[in-house]
């Protein structure tokens, strides 16, 4: 029904920069939140960043002024451009959206795959 692909994970090096992609396909009727989130083996998904229809962002503390997210309505896309990567940066990204299918009356969430970001030191 509905597919996400991620982009543009990698390995960088302290102080760089990488950007990630993420892109929906499906039968979708409308698409609410976006959002980054992060996972590190043996703990919980955290959240990175997410942006809601209207524009809000909100992100976590531990990435502000950093990380930057934005989001294509057209393309259904979600983008998050990280600067200033720091080695504890390094873990498992995945993108989510909360959306609508078309001839559905319920919001669901979606996950994306996942792509791995290695900071070295």
């Known amino acids: 029904q509905v597919q996400l692909v991620e982009t543009g994970g990698g390995l960088v090096q302290a102080g760089g920069s990488l950007r990630l992609s993420c892109s929906a396909s499906?039968?979708?009727?409308?698409?609410?939140?976006m959002g980054w989130y992060r996972q590190a083996p043996g703990n919980p998904r955290e959240l990175v960043a997410t942006t809601s229809a209207d524009g809000t962002t909100n992100y976590a503390d531990s990435v502000k002024d950093r990380f930057t997210i934005s989001r294509d309505n057209d393309k259904s896309t979600v983008d998050l451009q990280m600067n200033s990567l720091k080695p504890e940066d390094t873990t498992v990204y995945y993108c989510?959206?909360?959306?609508?299918?078309?001839?559905?009356?319920?919001?669901?969430?979606?996950w994306g795959q996942g792509t791995m970001v290695t900071v070295s030191s």
């Open positions: 989510n959206f909360n959306l609508q299918l078309r001839g559905s009356p319920y919001r669901s969430d979606y």
């Open positions: 499906g039968s979708i009727s409308s698409i609410y939140r």
